[in-house]
């Protein structure tokens, strides 16, 4: 089962514009239950596009955590198309990680329980080092409500984990 919230549609739209204002061609969105967010056309080839939304700074935490399942689709695409990309927005920047058969530790996590959604939101995670990413710093930082900083948190730069406030979980979308 998906969910997505208008937010997280308009997050992934950001990102999709962002990457392909770097690295060119037209971005279309795909279907919910695409294994991708988008598709980017470039210079005759096809390439898959993963956008996910961190409401937190970029180092913030050491990894990223992926679902291995999103992960391993990933993986898969790359049978599919010319080449697949892992879009992250963070608050105070951006970055991409080309998908190449890069093999991570897995480990398991997800929400913290006070915010699981279903049982699936905890799971076998991927931690992909953020060393990885090709990262790019906003140039001012607007960013929505929900987002986290250091400070915002503390110092002891601990989980922030899901950053659904009630209100967001009242609109989250079921299916297509």
Known sequence: M???TKDHIADQERLSKLF????GGEAIKTPMYWPFDYVIQ??????AVECRQRYNEHDLYPTL???VKKWQSLQFAKRLVSGVFLVIGWSDGWGWLAVDGQSYRVSFGGRSLEYIRVTGDREY???IP???FEFRQYESITPRAGYRT????GTSRKSVSNMWTPEEKSKVVFGD
Do not use: H, P, Q
């Open 2 to 4: 998906g969910f997505e």
């Open 20 to 23: 392909v204002g770097e690295w």
């Open 42 to 47: 470039r210079n005759s080839k096809t390439y």
């Open 65 to 67: 955590n992926l679902a």
């Open 125 to 127: 995670m991927v931690e």
């Open 130 to 132: 953020l060393r990885d």
């Open 150 to 153: 250091a400070d915002a948190i």
